[in-house]
Every structure is written in C-alpha cells, then in structure tokens.
C-alpha cells in the first residue's frame, strides 16, 4: 500500500493543482486514561518523523501550513516547516482553532467532551459512522458542507496546503465526504491522513 507521501509524489502536475492535505500530528506519548491529553507533546521518534516528512516533501511546492493550536500539531507543524527549511524556508504557518481547539467535528466541546470520555475516540466515531446522532458532534451535512467549504476556502493557492489535526477530526470528515472509512483495525497512522483535490 502506498504512502501518503508516494501518493502526494504520484498526483501529476500537483504544483499547478490545489491540494489539501488532512494530516494527524506525529507520534505523541500516551494519553492517560479519563483525559483528553491535550497537554500531550510529540515523543522523540514523533520529533524525528515529523522533520522527516518536511525533508520528504520539500521538492513539493507547499502553499501553507495550517494547524490545530494544540501543541502536538503545533510541533508537528514547526518540525515539518523545519524539514522543508532547506528548499522551502518562507512557508506560513497558521494556527486554526476549526482543526483542533475544539475542531469542526465538533459543535459543543462540553457536550462532546462526555461523549469521549464515556465511549473514547473509537467509541465515537463507530456510533458516528453508523449515522447515529452524538450529542455535541457535528452533523454529516455540516462536515460535507460547512467543514469541506472551510478546507477549499484555506486551500486557495496551488501546491500543498497541509491541515496538521487530529485522527478525530480527520475520520469524521472522511466518512462525511465518503472518501474513505477507517475502523479500529485500519485507524489512522500518526503523520497520515487524506488527500483531496480540488
């Protein structure tokens, strides 16, 4: 199976086409159980990984740099640009609060935040992919509308334009848009994510 990074490689011509890439942060220390873990940073390998996939990708013209404010996605968002550094090194970087302060998966973070804690990320989304409403989380349509407007508003320039996010936020817009469904046996991968053109 390929990369995200092969398939960004594979799009002909992606310099000259607008693309957006929904990415999860880097590898995070573990988050304790009955918590969010928004205090959570990225470990040494999540570090390492994340300059990586800057140096990988630098040869791509990359647009901007969106993030959630959390600080896993911060870091990610940074040791990404810094991997770009050498080829790339006027990229901007925004912090977006609609990718992760509470994110647009989200309508009401009190609500929502019992619905995580009660059933876990997981938990969450299964109900959510079985259309069953969950209170405090956003609709289908809104992700198919409100959110898909949002990404192709911010994607305004061609090239890459990477979303540094959360696995949440990523498979509930996913299945919203019907590009793809993940489960617990194919969750998303810490620097993975979706790929849409526009």
């Known amino acids: 199976m390929l990369s995200l990074i092969e398939h960004l490689h594979n799009i002909d011509n992606i310099n000259s086409k607008r693309v957006a890439v929904l990415l999860r942060h880097g ?3 573990e988050i304790p159980s009955g918590s969010f873990g928004t205090e959570i940073r990225l470990s ?12 990988k990708i630098s040869d791509l013209k990359i647009a901007h740099i969106y993030c959630s404010p ?9 040791y990404i640009k810094k991997g ?12 977006e609060a609609q990718l992760g302060a ?13 619905a995580y804690l009660d059933y876990g990320c997981s938990g969450v989304f299964e109900r959510f ?10 609709s289908v349509e809104s992700l ?27 498979a509930h817009f996913a299945f919203a848009n019907e590009i793809y469904t993940y489960s617990k046996e194919n969750w998303i991968h810490f620097l993975d994510g979706i790929i849409i053109n526009f």
């Open 70 to 78: 959390i600080g896993r996605c911060v870091q990610t968002a940074e």
């Open 144 to 170: 198919k509308s409100v959110a898909m407007q949002w990404i192709n508003a911010k994607t305004s320039k061609n090239g890459v334009t990477l979303f540094v996010t959360h696995d949440a936020l990523i």
């Open 84 to 95: 770009l550094a050498a080829k790339q090194h006027d990229v901007q970087l925004t912090q």
């Open 44 to 55: 040494e390998n999540g570090i390492k990984d994340s300059i990586s996939f800057g140096k």
């Open 27 to 29: 590898e995070r220390g």
């Open 102 to 114: 509470p994110g647009f998966h989200i309508v009401n973070a009190d609500i929502a935040g019992k």
């Open 129 to 138: 992919s079985q259309c069953e409403e969950i209170p405090g989380i956003a």
